[in-house]
């Protein structure tokens, strides 16, 4: 049979820019149904106080159907998260749908106003009194744990939701007693506001005559969402609810929860008897939505003279905010066992602490607690090789785990399956011209800039969503439909998966229609996150198109009179192998006397191991010592993704992740008071996203070695850009500091001002 041209490894465009491109979209405020309700949230103005509240003349208003507080939800449950620690649980903080009495940070949710229009529902909210009474707040975890701190929740002294170790404190301080040297860093991972394009929405409709909803969200997932509001918060069966995700214009893990306002619209439709609409402004994402990133680490290496690496001991802060989102505890709890990295670490010991403060809360947000240790280890290797005199490659060749190693257990119990981490720090080198880097550096120096280069090998694990499911089938026309649980929000599914069953059939992904995100029309979906689509969904769709396959060599060896193991399928047709009879999938589909069972099949995956996928980020920039501006000029990227499905696709999402890290490292942070809690970047006037000028053009490749956990051999890869970006970019950076100036530390975002202030502050002390 000849190559298939739209198969697996190959660059097919995706199909679903066309419809997007011409702006035929449908995404979750295009949805407006006749007689539809707007709805708004009030908000606190303040990070803490308790407050009493008067809806009275607001819902006299002309055009206003409903008012909600906290006392008119009371019935309902709050949200849930849903980690806790395995031996030592907690019990999570109320996390109710509305404020009762106390509020706890900027834009803590106080009532829900619904109204004919969206004007009359703002007249309203500027109507209702309420008033408030301010206490002290707390801002940033190093002094949420100082001692006389203001108390988030009085069950938690010290703001501490847990304190939890990992691995072997006694081994790790033995072993730091003896070490020849030991490098340390102390650093800040800040807090990210995701801000993708589309803003959160939400359509409540109410059907009586079934007593049943049906919520239209802009989400990663269709299915947690409705488990949720209904068993948890609504409680009301889950049968009574449909939950719709048209297109989603960007998601970044922060769509995955369950939010407020969801269950405030479920709650008001069905008390209305009507449809009600809501739809976040980005005022309402900057103070509404859940955010990323936020701690505040110290991790030492013991280090043996010849530069190996003896132990690591790690003591790490993960900012909650005021209360746990659904994963939020888990991010640093898990992301922690990824700080070994890529290397050979025999001992190892981490203190996690999570702790509450008077913010928003935070949660997963693209690579979840993986590109936060990621930042630890990579950070920690290069000062590591500034402490022993040794050149950044030269360190981790010494410590990288060797493939002949694999499977290797870390010591915080991964085990990576396989990878070549020395062949892609190799080849980003070779790329990246690192040999030649001194020429361009005094060259630069000419010109008045320092040049800097800067690595970070990295390694994240993915692909541990759970159980995914793909149904299968053959449509009259001779199509074929998929029906799969996971959403996507730009990662081009509808693409990838077609290609799948090209691989197989041969046919064009034009004639593979993807369903997503329809609770009625789909059983069971685990939604889009931690890169599971391809690494679970992909094996699913795979496995469940050999099973069709199989049936319809069965079915076309009775039409052909042939032996099945006689029959080959390609470009929609099975036909017998050599000659010219076949019969069109079509034909299959319409025979007289097929059974309907034999055109629909489904299988289902779930690796409990996970992929992890790694690779190489090389980044050089120049800095300006008179502004402190930095430019990126050269980056390089070498990933093991085990197997590339579509090589366009992947680069879009490497490409991707990549400028989120790089904003990270450059410029974004979500910046609160730490007097009265108030979020100062509230606005694009303050809070900075990178630009295509921020970046540079960007060199990728892959070096793969195949998964041996996944049938496909595939590793995730949706995350990755943003894991090993912001090390590189910071390292690249320091680099050139510390050539110049000896300057070893700088924390994200590096802001010119940041670089200037650092920079002066050494020229004064040198000229003492």
Request: proline content about 6%.
């Amino acid at each position: 049979m000849a190559p298939i041209k739209f198969g697996v490894g190959h660059s097919v465009r995706r199909k679903e820019d066309d419809a997007l491109l011409r702006g035929k979209g449908r995404y979750t405020d295009d949805h407006a149904p006749q007689a539809t309700a707007a709805a708004l949230v009030l908000r606190s103005p303040h990070a803490h106080a308790t407050f009493t509240i008067d809806a009275g003349r607001a819902r006299g208003l002309p055009g206003v159907l409903s008012i909600l507080t906290g006392d008119d939800v009371s019935e309902l449950g709050g949200l849930p998260c849903l980690f806790n620690l395995p031996d030592k649980p907690f019990k999570a903080p109320d996390y109710p749908i509305l404020a009762r009495g106390e509020v706890r940070h900027v834009g803590d949710a106080v009532a829900f106003v619904v109204a004919e229009t969206l004007p009359q529902a703002r007249d309203a909210l500027e109507a209702i009194e309420v008033e408030w009474r301010p206490l002290p707040a707390v801002v940033g975890v190093v002094n949420a744990v100082k001692k006389d701190a203001p108390q988030v929740w009085p069950q938690f002294p010290g703001n501490v939701l847990f304190d939890a170790p990992i691995g072997d404190k006694a081994a790790t301080e033995a072993v730091f007693a003896t070490a020849h040297a030991v490098a340390e860093i102390n650093i800040v991972n800040p807090r990210i506001i995701t801000n993708y394009m589309e803003t959160r929405a939400v359509v409540a409709e109410y059907d009586t005559s079934r007593d049943h909803l049906t919520l239209t969200i802009g989400s990663q997932g269709s299915h947690r969402l409705r488990d949720i509001l209904c068993q948890t918060v609504l409680k009301i069966p889950v049968d009574k609810m449909r939950v719709i995700c048209p297109d989603v214009g960007g998601g970044f893990g922060t769509k995955l929860f369950p939010y407020r306002e969801y269950a405030l619209a479920a709650y008001a439709a069905r008390k209305l008897r009507r449809g009600v609409k809501w739809a976040a402004d980005r005022a309402d994402h900057f103070v509404g939505d859940a955010q990323g990133r936020d701690n505040v680490t110290t991790a030492r290496m013991a280090l043996a003279e010849d530069g190996k690496f003896l132990a690591m001991d790690v003591d790490l802060m993960g900012d909650m905010g005021a209360y746990l989102s659904t994963f939020g505890p888990y991010i640093p709890f898990g992301g922690a066992g990824m700080l070994p990295g890529l290397y050979d670490i025999k001992t190892f010991h981490c203190r996690v602490r999570t702790v509450f403060t008077n913010t928003v809360p935070v949660d997963a947000y693209r690579g979840a607690g993986r590109p936060e240790a990621a930042y630890v280890i990579e950070r920690l290797v290069d000062a590591a090789a500034r402490k022993l005199g040794l050149s950044p490659d030269a360190i981790r060749r010494k410590n990288f785990i060797a493939p002949r190693a694999m499977p290797y257990t870390t010591a915080t119990g991964k085990v990576y399956d396989s990878g070549d981490f020395a062949a892609h720090l190799k080849r980003a080198m070779e790329v990246g011209n690192w040999k030649e880097f001194p020429k361009r550096a005094k060259a630069a120096k000419k010109h008045g800039l320092v040049r800097g280069i800067g690595l970070a090998s990295y390694v994240e694990v993915c692909g541990t969503m759970g159980e995914e499911t793909a149904n299968l089938r053959l449509d009259p026309n001779g199509d074929v439909t998929i029906l799969i649980g996971s959403q996507s929000s730009g990662q081009g599914h509808q693409t990838a998966y077609a290609q799948l069953v090209a691989e197989q059939f041969g046919l064009s992904p034009e004639r593979v229609h993807i369903v997503q995100g329809d609770t009625d029309k789909i059983a069971t979906g685990l939604g889009t996150g931690g890169s599971a689509s391809i690494p679970s969904g992909g094996v699913a769709v795979e496995r469940a198109t050999a099973k069709l396959g199989t049936n319809l060599r069965e079915l076309a060896a009775e039409a052909l009179e042939a032996g099945a193991a006689d029959l080959e399928i390609s470009d929609g047709t099975v036909r017998v192998a050599g000659t010219d009879r076949s019969i069109s999938f079509a034909d299959l589909a319409k025979r007289e006397g097929v059974d309907p069972a034999k055109l629909a099949t489904s299988d289902k995956f779930s690796s409990a191991d996970g992929t992890y996928p790694n690779g190489t980020h090389l980044v050089e920039v120049e800095i300006d010592p008179a502004t402190g501006k930095i430019q990126i000029v050269n980056y390089t990227i070498v990933d093991d993704f085990g197997m590339t499905l579509n090589p366009l696709l992947l680069a879009g999402q490497v490409h991707g992740g990549t400028m989120q890290g790089i904003g990270q490292a450059l410029m974004e942070q979500a910046v609160y008071d730490p007097q009265d809690g108030q979020l100062i970047t509230g606005s694009f006037m303050d809070y900075a996203l990178p630009r295509a000028a921020d970046g540079a053009p960007i060199h990728f490749e892959t070096h793969n070695v195949p998964c041996k956990t996944n049938p496909l051999g595939v590793k995730g890869a949706g995350e990755a850009g943003a894991i090993g970006s912001c090390p590189a970019v910071v390292n690249a950076i320091i680099d050139g500091l510390w050539r110049e100036y000896h300057i070893d530390s700088i924390d994200m975002p590096a802001t010119p001002e940041r670089v200037w202030m650092a920079i002066r502050q050494h020229e004064r002390q040198h000229r003492l």
